[in-house]
């Protein structure tokens, strides 16, 4: 558990820094195209127990991080302003409501600004998951956060999706489109 909470306040960092670095780097506009991009690329883990789609300008940038896990895999667009972790850790018997409510602690802790938008279990395909969602300030800076807790193959999964909260409805949508594509087999 200890690792799991490591990992995903690395990221959480990671994420932070992100969102805080006043990179004049700008994505082009891209209209349409960019709400329906996240079913760009698939991304299979778990030896394909555990599969879903990124948006098309996210890349797997694993081995770009200074300590890298086998564990733990980072997906970002170009100004890392967007990512998705993917940490798969010990399993634990602890439910995973109570691995999420400590989380959203941990986050408070942190940022005593922080925003619940939703903490909720939700069904996927007969596995039940956690989901809490929060909006995470730093800064000046916004971003969304979507993190979904469950059990796979007696592993912890933990999925945290992290995007820029100028359009919060638009960044609940595509973290929402990344959360439907899952799939665990």
Do not use: W
Not at 74 to 90: C, E, P
Request: proline share 3%.
């Amino acid at each position: 558990m200890r690792n799991l909470v490591k990992y995903v306040g690395i990221g959480l960092l990671v994420v932070g820094l992100a969102a805080c670095d006043n990179s004049d780097t700008a994505t082009p506009v891209q209209g349409a195209s960019a709400e329906s991009n996240a079913t760009g690329q698939p991304v299979n883990l778990m030896d394909g127990k555990l599969s879903f789609s990124l948006p098309a300008d996210m890349t797997d940038q694993s081995g770009k991080l200074g300590t890298q896990a086998n564990n733990m895999h980072v997906y970002s667009d170009a100004t890392g302003q967007k990512a998705v972790i993917v940490i798969v850790g010990d399993d634990t018997t602890e439910e995973l409501s109570v691995l999420a409510k400590r989380l959203e602690d941990q986050q408070r802790s942190r940022d005593p600004q922080l925003q619940v938008v939703t903490n909720k279990a939700i069904e996927l395909k007969g596995h039940t998951l956690q989901q809490l969602d929060s909006i995470i300030s730093a800064k000046g800076q916004t971003a969304y956060s979507s993190v979904v807790l469950g059990k796979v193959d007696n592993k912890l999964l933990t999925l945290q999706i992290t995007l820029p909260a100028d359009d919060q409805q638009k960044a609940q949508a595509t973290a929402e489109n990344i959360i439907n594509t899952l799939v665990i087999q």
